[in-house]
C-alpha cells in the first residue's frame, strides 16, 4: 500500500520544529535496497494512467520519502553520496514501471549532478539542504516557435532591488510536480542568465498542455512566466557561466537519462511479453504447439526482445561507467580531463546510435507474441513504441551517426566541444 510506504519510518527525514526538517539521511545501501518496492508501487495501475492521462501526483509524493532522490548528494555536505552507475539503473527501473515518472526526473537529476560536480559552491550547500528533505527541481529552458533552435526570448529585466521575469517555456518536464524550477533568459545586456525559484510563485503557470505521442505523463509541456517577482539571491549563473568540461559532462548525464528511460521501457516490454505469453496469449491456428508458452516461434521471440534489453543495459552501463570516470577526473582537476570526458562522449554517442534501433525493434517484436489480441487497447502495448519513439526525437540517431563519422574521418570534434545536449 501506498499508505504504508510513505509512513515507513525509514524515510531518512524526521521533523524539527516548525515544519523545518532535520537531515538524517538514508545510506546509500539502503536506499537501493528499497528500490524493487519503489518499482512495483510505480508499476500499478501504470498502463492505465497512461490510457486515461492522469498524472501520477500521488508516486512524486512517495518518491521525495526513499532517498532515490537525493542519492549522488556527496557526503560531505550530508548525502548519500552515490555514483552513476546507481542513478542509471535507478531511472531504468523506474522505466521499467512507468517511462513517464523517470522521464519527469531528468531535470532534478541534473540539478543533483551540479551539485555533486560542486559541493563546495555557496549554490550547493544552500540547495543539498532542500534536496536531502525531498524537494524536487524543475524547470524549463527551451522555447518554441523561435526563429532558430536555442533561441531565447523569455527576459528577465531588473526594477529597482529585483528584477521580473516574462516569457513563455515549453518541454518543462516535470516541472509539474517540482517544488522548485531553474529557468533560463535573457537580461537587459542580451546576455544568458537564469533563476531559481519557488514552484508556487505568483506568476509562474505551469500547464499540463504536453501533446506528445508518446511520454504523455512526462509532463513536458509549458510554463507560462508572467511578470514573475525575482530577487537578487535567486539568480543564478552557474548553469550558464560553467566550465566547458562540466558542461560537457552534464550534456553526456542529460542524454544518457533519456537513453535509460528508453532501456527501462524495453525491460517493459519483456515483462508485458512475458506475462502476456504466459497467461493470455493462445498458439497460432497453424502452430504445432497447442500453447503459446510451447510454441518455438514465440518462444523465439521472447529471446529476442530479452537479448536486445541486455544489450541496451549493457550499452547504458558502458556509459555509466565513462561518466563516474569523468565525475572523478573533473573533481582532481585531472591532467588528460580533456581526453576523459571525450571519452564518455563518445561512448555515450555510440550508444544511443544502437540503443534507439534495438529499442523499437523490441517494442515492436511485442506484437508478434500474440494474434489481434495482442493490439487491444486495454493493453496499451503500443504505450512501448510509442514512448521510445518520441524519445528518440530527442536525439536524432542519423545526426549522433554523422558527427561521430566526422570525428573519426576527420577529426572533428565540434559537437563534442560545445556540449550540445541534442
Same mark, same amino acid.
Given at each position: 500500500?501506498?499508505?504504508?510506504?510513505?509512513?515507513?519510518?525509514?524515510?531518512?527525514?524526521?521533523?524539527?520544529?516548525?515544519?523545518?526538517?532535520?537531515?538524517?539521511?538514508?545510506?546509500?545501501?539502503?536506499?537501493?535496497?528499497?528500490?524493487?518496492?519503489?518499482?512495483?508501487?510505480?508499476?500499478? #495501475?501504470?498502463?492505465?494512467?497512461?490510457?486515461? #492521462?492522469?498524472?501520477?501526483?500521488?508516486?512524486?509524493?512517495?518518491?521525495?520519502?526513499?532517498?532515490?532522490?537525493?542519492?549522488?548528494?556527496?557526503? %560531505?555536505?550530508?548525502?548519500?553520496?552515490?555514483?552513476?552507475?546507481?542513478?542509471?539503473?535507478?531511472?531504468?527501473?523506474? !522505466?521499467?514501471?512507468?517511462?513517464? +515518472?523517470?522521464?519527469?526526473?531528468? *531535470?532534478?537529476?541534473?540539478?543533483?549532478?551540479?551539485?555533486?560536480?560542486?559541493?563546495?559552491?555557496?549554490?550547493?550547500?544552500?540547495? !543539498?539542504?532542500?534536496?536531502?528533505?525531498?524537494?524536487?527541481?524543475?524547470?524549463?529552458?527551451?522555447?518554441?516557435?523561435?526563429?532558430?533552435?536555442?533561441?531565447?526570448?523569455? *527576459?528577465?529585466?531588473?526594477?529597482?532591488?529585483?528584477?521580473?521575469?516574462?516569457?513563455?517555456?515549453?518541454?518543462?518536464?516535470?516541472?509539474?510536480?517540482?517544488?522548485?524550477?531553474?529557468?533560463?533568459?535573457?537580461?537587459?545586456?542580451?546576455?544568458?542568465?537564469?533563476?531559481?525559484?519557488?514552484?508556487?510563485?505568483?506568476?509562474?503557470?505551469?500547464?499540463?498542455?504536453?501533446?506528445?505521442?508518446?511520454?504523455?505523463?512526462?509532463? %513536458?509541456? %509549458?510554463?507560462?512566466?508572467?511578470?514573475?517577482?525575482?530577487? !537578487?539571491?535567486?539568480? $543564478?549563473?552557474?548553469?550558464?557561466?560553467?566550465?566547458?568540461?562540466?558542461?560537457?559532462?552534464?550534456?553526456?548525464?542529460?542524454?544518457?537519462?533519456?537513453?535509460?528511460?528508453?532501456? #527501462?521501457?524495453?525491460?517493459?516490454?519483456?515483462?508485458? =511479453?512475458?506475462?502476456?505469453?504466459?497467461?493470455?496469449?493462445?498458439?497460432?491456428? $497453424?502452430?504445432? %504447439?497447442?500453447?503459446?508458452?510451447?510454441?518455438?516461434?514465440?518462444?523465439?521471440?521472447?529471446?529476442?526482445?530479452?537479448?536486445?534489453?541486455?544489450?541496451?543495459?549493457?550499452?547504458? =552501463?558502458?556509459?555509466?561507467?565513462?561518466?563516474?570516470?569523468?565525475?572523478?577526473?573533473?573533481?582532481?582537476?585531472?591532467?588528460?580531463?580533456?581526453?576523459?570526458?571525450?571519452?564518455?562522449?563518445?561512448?555515450?554517442?555510440?550508444?544511443?546510435?544502437?540503443?534507439?534501433?534495438?529499442?523499437?525493434?523490441?517494442?515492436?517484436?511485442?506484437?508478434?507474441?500474440?494474434?489481434?489480441?495482442? *493490439?487491444?487497447?486495454?493493453?496499451?502495448?503500443?504505450?512501448?513504441?510509442?514512448?521510445?519513439? *518520441?524519445?528518440?526525437?530527442?536525439?536524432?540517431?542519423?545526426?549522433?551517426?554523422?558527427?561521430?563519422?566526422?570525428? +573519426?574521418?576527420?577529426?572533428?570534434?565540434?559537437?563534442?566541444?560545445? #556540449?550540445?545536449?541534442?
Amino acid at each position: 500500500m501506498a499508505t504504508d510506504i510513505l509512513q515507513q519510518p525509514s524515510t531518512g527525514v524526521r521533523e524539527a520544529g516548525a515544519g523545518r526538517a532535520a537531515v538524517q539521511p538514508l545510506t546509500r545501501e539502503h536506499i537501493l535496497a528499497g528500490l524493487p518496492v519503489v518499482v512495483a508501487k510505480i508499476a500499478e #495501475g501504470a498502463a492505465e494512467r497512461e490510457r486515461e #492521462g492522469r498524472l501520477p501526483y500521488e508516486l512524486f509524493r512517495l518518491l521525495r520519502t526513499t532517498g532515490l532522490t537525493w542519492l549522488r548528494v556527496p557526503t %560531505s555536505l550530508g548525502g548519500p553520496g552515490g555514483s552513476h552507475a546507481d542513478q542509471v539503473e535507478i531511472i531504468a527501473s523506474i !522505466a521499467s514501471a512507468d517511462s513517464g +515518472v523517470a522521464h519527469a526526473l531528468r *531535470t532534478h537529476f541534473g540539478f543533483l549532478e551540479a551539485i555533486a560536480l560542486d559541493p563546495d559552491s555557496d549554490s550547493s550547500r544552500r540547495f !543539498a539542504v532542500d534536496v536531502l528533505v525531498g524537494k524536487l527541481f524543475g524547470g524549463a529552458n527551451m522555447e518554441i516557435g523561435t526563429p532558430r533552435p536555442n533561441m531565447i526570448r523569455t *527576459t528577465l529585466l531588473q526594477e529597482g532591488d529585483h528584477y521580473r521575469l516574462n516569457g513563455h517555456k515549453y518541454y518543462a518536464t516535470g516541472a509539474i510536480f517540482a517544488d522548485y524550477l531553474s529557468f533560463s533568459a535573457i537580461d537587459a545586456e542580451g546576455q544568458p542568465t537564469g533563476v531559481i525559484i519557488p514552484a508556487n510563485r505568483e506568476g509562474v503557470d505551469v500547464r499540463d498542455d504536453w501533446d506528445g505521442m508518446g511520454q504523455r505523463l512526462s509532463a %513536458s509541456g %509549458s510554463v507560462v512566466l508572467d511578470n514573475v517577482r525575482i530577487e !537578487a539571491s535567486e539568480l $543564478h549563473f552557474q548553469r550558464v557561466k560553467t566550465s566547458p568540461f562540466i558542461k560537457r559532462h552534464g550534456a553526456v548525464r542529460a542524454q544518457l537519462h533519456l537513453m535509460a528511460v528508453v532501456a #527501462g521501457i524495453v525491460r517493459n516490454v519483456l515483462s508485458d =511479453a512475458t506475462s502476456y505469453v504466459q497467461h493470455q496469449a493462445r498458439s497460432a491456428k $497453424h502452430s504445432a %504447439s497447442a500453447t503459446a508458452r510451447d510454441d518455438h516461434f514465440v518462444q523465439r521471440t521472447v529471446g529476442d526482445i530479452a537479448v536486445l534489453s541486455h544489450t541496451i543495459d549493457t550499452l547504458i =552501463a558502458e556509459s555509466a561507467r565513462h561518466l563516474d570516470i569523468s565525475q572523478a577526473a573533473i573533481l582532481a582537476n585531472a591532467p588528460d580531463l580533456d581526453d576523459v570526458v571525450l571519452a564518455a562522449q563518445l561512448a555515450n554517442s555510440r550508444g544511443q546510435v544502437m540503443i534507439g534501433q534495438l529499442a523499437l525493434k523490441a517494442a515492436e517484436l511485442l506484437f508478434d507474441t500474440g494474434g489481434g489480441s495482442a *493490439t487491444a487497447r486495454g493493453r496499451n502495448f503500443d504505450r512501448h513504441w510509442r514512448n521510445v519513439r *518520441t524519445l528518440c526525437n530527442h536525439n536524432p540517431a542519423a545526426l549522433r551517426a554523422r558527427v561521430i563519422g566526422d570525428y +573519426v574521418i576527420n577529426g572533428v570534434r565540434d559537437d563534442f566541444d560545445e #556540449g550540445r545536449v541534442f
